[in-house]
Nanobody
């Protein structure tokens, strides 16, 4: 199972970024794919998740701002992030898990998102 996150960067408050997780075909077929984030000295937290059947889940703090989607032709799971806030600053990771309520089983390398003016 392989996952690789990309798309992070520096953006001003109120701006947008789109993260992409390149996922192996096996992972896309058999696992839910989630996005998590972590800031130094805090626990990693779940941001959003999409199941094999394209059911989506969001943390309350991103509802209405972030959208998760999957593209089976490209083997990617994307996270569109709008109306970004400084406290969205974190390293974002994608992970494969048996379900959206399960801890991640396989992890990709993170991508840094910095929201700052």
């Amino acid at each position: 199972v392989q996952l690789q996150a990309s798309g992070g960067g520096l953006v001003q408050p109120g701006g947008s970024l789109r993260l992409s997780c390149k996922v192996s075909r096996y992972a896309l077929d058999y696992f839910a794919i989630g996005w998590f984030r972590q800031v130094p000295e805090k626990e990693r937290e779940s941001v959003s998740c999409i199941t094999r059947h394209s059911s989506t889940h969001y943390a309350d703090f991103v509802k209405g701002r972030f959208t998760i989607s999957r593209d089976d032709a490209k083997n990617t799971v994307d996270l569109q992030m709008n109306s970004l806030k400084p406290n969205d600053t974190a390293v974002y990771y994608c992970a494969a898990a048996p379900g959206c309520n399960s801890p991640g089983s396989y992890w990709g390398r993170g991508t840094q998102v910095t929201v700052s003016s």
